[in-house]
């Protein structure tokens, strides 16, 4: 049994180990994470939760899983995950992101990383 299922979200949130293609990173990097993050600032504005504690909140509860899915990303471009500090480089630093791990394919059959992801 291998030590993590990459069908899982919690591996794909919280774990670092493994890759991922670029389709799970626009799945769960961006879509699921921009879901969450309309989701909680929504549910704690409602709750009376002032704004400025909510992006607090919403930022904290979702860098963990939103580095995770990065770091992965990374890997499948077969380059550590310390690449993932990139985006906090100002604009540069996202555009450099989207490009690598939204646009580029990853590297073709097994890596350092781990197997080529199936998706």
Known sequence: MPDHDPTSPRWLLFSFAGRISRRSWWLWGAAVLIGMAVYLTVVLRVAGVAKETTN??????????A???GVKRWHDRDKPGWW??????????W???LIEN??????AGANRFGD????
Do not use: K
């Open 95 to 97: 555009i450099w992101v």
């Open 102 to 107: 939204g646009l580029l394919r990853g590297t």
């Open 67 to 69: 580095l995770a899915v």
């Open 84 to 93: 993932a500090l990139v985006a906090f480089v100002p604009v540069v630093g």
């Open 56 to 65: 607090l909140l919403v930022n904290l509860l979702l860098f963990w899983p």
């Open 116 to 119: 080529q992801p199936t998706q």
